[in-house]
């Protein structure tokens, strides 16, 4: 795999901080840092790599990639800078909970308290609601992002 910055990087920054697509994106209390597009050996497309910082984690800020195809599925996230608690919100760089994440083309996640049912539903790490809450909204601005790149992924 080889990722390429994507070639309307600019564009798309100015974009994503202008109107409707940066109120939506605050009201997840995300920043979207850096939007790469992926790519195989061939040049084929495989999706983005998004690094987005949410600010309201237990520990201050959090700053993680999150990896979108296309199409909107998630294939996965990975931390790049987490601060929270020993034992409760650092369980979030656990694989049971990044695992929830994965492999999912929802609109967006939401975090339960109770077993998650639907797709959409992850299941927050006990004790460390607000570090829950903060990755479910960093994951939910880079999909707000990569949907508004690609049009809906249409």
């Given at each position: 795999?080889?990722?390429?910055?994507?070639?309307?990087?600019?564009?798309?920054?100015?974009?994503?901080?202008?109107?409707?697509?940066?109120?939506?994106?605050?009201?997840?209390?995300?920043?979207?840092?850096?939007?790469?597009?992926a790519?195989?050996?061939?040049?084929n497309?495989?999706g983005?790599?998004?690094?987005v910082?949410?600010?309201?984690a237990?520990?201050?800020?959090?700053q993680?990639?999150?990896?979108i195809k296309?199409?909107?599925?998630v294939?996965g996230?990975?931390f790049?800078?987490?601060?929270?608690t020993?034992?409760?919100?650092?369980?979030?760089?656990?694989?049971?909970?990044?695992?929830?994440f994965?492999?999912?083309?929802?609109?967006?996640f939401?975090?339960?308290?109770?077993?998650?049912?639907?797709?959409?539903e992850?299941?927050?790490?006990?004790?460390?609601t607000?570090?829950?809450?903060?990755v479910?909204?960093?994951?939910?601005?880079?999909?707000?992002?990569?949907?508004?790149?690609t049009?809906?992924?249409?």
């Amino acid at each position: 795999v080889s990722f390429d910055s994507v070639a309307a990087d600019k564009y798309i920054k100015e974009q994503i901080n202008k109107n409707e697509t940066e109120k939506t994106i605050k009201s997840y209390n995300a920043t979207i840092d850096e939007v790469i597009k992926a790519k195989d050996k061939s040049g084929n497309d495989l999706g983005y790599i998004i690094t987005v910082t949410d600010n309201e984690a237990y520990g201050g800020s959090l700053q993680m990639t999150v990896g979108i195809k296309d199409d909107g599925t998630v294939m996965g996230i990975s931390f790049l800078s987490l601060s929270e608690t020993p034992g409760l919100g650092m369980k979030a760089k656990d694989d049971d909970f990044m695992s929830q994440f994965s492999n999912k083309k929802v609109d967006f996640f939401k975090y339960t308290k109770s077993e998650a049912k639907a797709d959409n539903e992850i299941n927050a790490i006990s004790s460390a609601t607000i570090t829950s809450n903060a990755v479910t909204h960093g994951v939910n601005g880079a999909i707000y992002c990569v949907d508004f790149i690609t049009g809906g992924g249409k």
